[in-house]
């Protein structure tokens, strides 16, 4: 902790060489920023243009011929699917503005202390609200008035960097972000992160069958979309520079190869099974549903998938952040990615327990239930499986469980009677997995009616045991969706006194 801290203290001195050589820097960027923005504009000029100039053609001959020629249908007909693949796709979303409160000082103190330290060195006078974030990644925001005053700096600090990074490593990645907010990266950032998810979207949903008009769009947003993560690239090399010269290389460098090994792990657990939980209505201790989620073993389909997918992406030319690689050899040139044992800082907050306490105050107007997850399935999850199909004709006390047999393997038939409420988009695929995912819980359902408790292991499929005897609903399901289950076989679940 004294190492740690002393770090804290004198590294960042060097800030003021970053204050120095950074307007050097936004000169180069700043301009090709403005120049990406100037050409989004002109990829909607152009497009505007083209349409305009192909219906030009119909109308003319209209006007001067009073008819219309094979050529005048074929320019309608391509201005009218280039003005249709082009078409903006603008999603509509209420903004909910949330009044989260930030985390105590009182019980962050070293943490407070962290980033004002950097901030002061950074000539940055406000305010700082630190609020804690599911993801394994940090940002900072700023608060300003209606001229421009900055009135406070809010700084997110994901759960898994507490519990993964020292606290060097965690003031690297901070002053990475305070890297951003000196450069003027939070201004221009949004606009050039807009206009290229609106090139993205644009360019990806082009039609091949435009009579190679597409071409011209496809090479033009394409050459755009490099220009920007080029831009977004420069960025990331700048934060890094300055993360080296506040708290060493050897921090900055761990911290950066810990997040790209924790990150597809723990967001495939956010998304897999803390947040499934949380929905359910379970307080779950974070870390240790963390630490067992990561220990060797047999993961389900998807769960396997989306860890494989995370780490497995390639890189591109348009990607705006620089591989892991390209990071490592700026910041230590001639070394390549290794992977140091984890840490962690928890003590910057006041422990495990204060870390979980203030990310779950997120969810308090929620009526959570405190559990852990040994007792998660038994208190929780049994309870809830038993009251969805209770008073319904899939009631396990109505509906046989031998009729399982039938139902998985005529699933498609089961969407009118299992499909949600209202107006559904989904498609035959999804129509069917939503079938079978309720079927999956009915035969949870089914089997907890015969004495059977579940036990949830983080990753691992739902496991019901009675006494020595232990089944998968999963694996059930799967056996009757490829035909290699009888219903004469599930007898051997129904309760000893039923059999005899």
Not at 375 to 398: C, H, V
Request: aromatic content about 10%.
């Amino acid at each position: 902790m004294t190492t740690s801290n002393n770090t804290t203290r004198t590294a960042p001195d060097k800030a003021q060489a970053y204050l120095n050589t950074n307007s050097n820097r936004n000169n180069k960027i700043q301009p090709r920023a403005i120049l990406v923005l100037g050409l989004w504009l002109g990829f909607w000029l152009l497009a505007l243009g083209l349409i305009v100039l192909l219906m030009s053609l119909p109308f003319a001959q209209l006007y001067y011929r009073s008819s219309l020629e094979i050529s005048g249908y074929v320019a309608a007909f391509a201005a009218l699917c280039l003005a249709y693949a082009l078409r903006p796709r603008w999603r509509f979303s209420a903004r909910v503005k949330t009044s989260l409160p930030p985390l105590d000082r009182a019980k962050a103190e070293p943490l407070y202390a962290m980033l004002e330290h950097i901030a002061s060195k950074l000539k940055i006078e406000a305010p700082i609200e630190i609020h804690l974030i599911g993801a394994a990644s940090a940002f900072i925001s700023c608060e300003r008035n209606w001229y421009g005053k900055l009135l406070r700096l809010r700084v997110g600090i994901g759960l898994p960097l507490l519990g993964n990074l020292s606290n060097a490593e965690l003031g690297s990645v901070l002053a990475h972000e305070f890297g951003h907010y000196v450069a003027g990266d939070l201004a221009l950032g949004p606009w050039v992160y807009r206009t290229r998810k609106s090139l993205t979207t644009t360019v990806n949903n082009l039609d091949d069958s435009l009579f190679f008009l597409d071409l011209i769009f496809r090479y033009y947003g394409q050459w755009v979309l490099r220009l920007s993560s080029s831009i977004s690239r420069a960025q990331e090399f700048a934060a890094d520079a300055f993360a080296v010269q506040c708290f060493g290389v050897k921090a900055s460098r761990a911290a950066l190869e810990k997040i790209h090994l924790i990150e597809p792990m723990w967001s495939a657990y956010l998304d897999h099974e803390l947040c499934p939980a949380i929905t359910r209505g379970a307080r779950l201790p974070v870390f240790e549903g963390f630490r067992r989620f990561c220990k060797p073993s047999q993961k389900r389909p998807e769960v396997q998938a989306s860890i494989v997918q995370s780490e497995a992406r390639p890189s591109s030319h348009g990607d705006s952040h620089p591989t892991l690689a390209d990071r490592i050899a700026a910041i230590q040139p001639g070394a390549t990615p290794a992977f140091p044992p984890l840490a962690d800082c928890l003590q910057l907050v006041g422990g495990e327990l204060a870390a979980e306490t203030a990310w779950y105050s997120m969810f308090e107007h929620e009526q959570l239930i405190s559990s852990d997850w040994d007792q998660y399935g038994s208190q929780i999850l049994q309870t809830q499986i038993q009251e969805r199909f209770a008073n319904s004709w899939m009631a396990p006390d109505k509906l046989a469980f031998s009729e399982l047999v039938g139902m998985a393997q005529q699933a498609e038939q089961l969407w009118e009677k299992l499909r949600p409420e209202g107006v559904s988009f989904l498609s035959r695929l999804g129509k069917r997995n939503h079938v079978l995912e309720i079927l999956e819980e009915w035969t949870t359902a089914c089997l907890c009616q015969r004495g059977f408790t579940p036990q949830v292991r983080p990753g691992q499929a739902l496991l019901l045991s009675r006494g020595q005897q232990t089944v998968q609903p999963r694996e059930l399901l799967t056996a009757a969706l490829d035909c290699k289950l009888k219903s004469a076989s599930l007898k051997q679940y129904d309760r000893p006194e039923a059999a005899i």
